[in-house]
T-cell receptor, first 115, second 113 residues
Framework: AAGVIQSPRHLIKEKRETATLKCYPI?????VYWYQQGPGQDPQFLIS???????DKGSIPDRFSAQQFSDYHSELNMSSLELGDSALYFC??????????????FGPGTRLTVL | AQSVAQPEDQVNVAEGNPLTVKCTYS??????LFWYVQYPNRGLQFLLK??????LVKGSYGFEAEFNKSQTSFHLKKPSALVSDSALYFC???????????FGSGTQLTVLP
């Protein structure tokens, strides 16, 4: 079965640089979620999109922005990177309108290292 | 606000023995509860969820979980553990108003051969 695809899988950046993470949801899934998992931490919700509109917002820094495109893929843009942004970034997708009862299926994650 | 507590950072169990990974939750409104498993350098894999109905939920790989409303718990169980079950397990909660998963701190399960 098709899964959530994230690219790149690994990314190394310097402080103050920018990074773009991409997420391709499972086919026919219309909702995308982004989570950040710091070292030894549980995943923290950042932001979600349903039908290309922002749906919910969590603890996403103002330096980060995201969008969902017409083909439902999503990109997380991160600017002025800080050392503390080093983490595993997960994308998840679900179908049928992003209801709380939907199962979120997670991608393999992008490991971002900021030097 | 919603929150999840996993009181045990580490659970060790012998292969073939039953296992339990504990989870308690706090949410205003109806709780929707999920269990995910994370293997090293891998994403989160969905195991099972409770939305409504039967309190005993069966999921992937022989896992099950029991929803207990009075104790606000959703413990993960398996009758006979396998070495390959060794991984990091996360309990998560969502509610009708939040529409975002809030995870517990995770429990590292080690199944000893």
């Amino acid at each position: 079965a098709a899964g959530v695809i994230q690219s790149p899988r690994h990314l190394i950046k310097e402080k103050r640089e920018t990074a773009t993470l991409k997420c391709y949801p499972i086919p026919r899934h219309d909702t995308v979620y982004w989570y950040q998992q710091g070292p030894g931490q549980d995943p923290q919700f950042l932001i979600s999109f349903y039908e290309k509109m922002q749906s919910d917002k969590g603890s996403i820094p103002d330096r980060f922005s995201a969008q969902q495109f017409s083909d439902y893929h999503s990109e997380l843009n991160m600017s002025s990177l800080e050392l503390g942004d080093s983490a595993l970034y997960f994308c998840a997708s679900s179908q049928t309108s992003g209801r709380a009862t939907d199962t979120q299926y997670f991608g393999p994650g992008t490991r971002l290292t900021v030097l | 606000a919603q929150s999840v507590a996993q009181p045990e950072d580490q659970v060790n169990v012998a292969e073939g023995n039953p296992l339990t990974v504990k989870c308690t939750y706090s949410v205003s409104g109806n709780p929707y509860l999920f269990w995910y498993v994370q293997y090293p350098n891998r994403g989160l894999q969905f195991l099972l969820k409770y939305i409504t109905g039967d309190n005993l939920v069966k999921g992937s790989y022989g896992f099950e979980a029991e929803f207990n409303k009075s104790q606000t718990s959703f413990h993960l169980k398996k009758p006979s553990a396998l070495v390959s079950d060794s991984a990091l397990y996360f309990c998560a909660v969502d509610s009708g108003s939040a529409r975002q998963l809030t995870f517990g701190s995770g429990t590292q399960l080690t199944v000893l051969p």
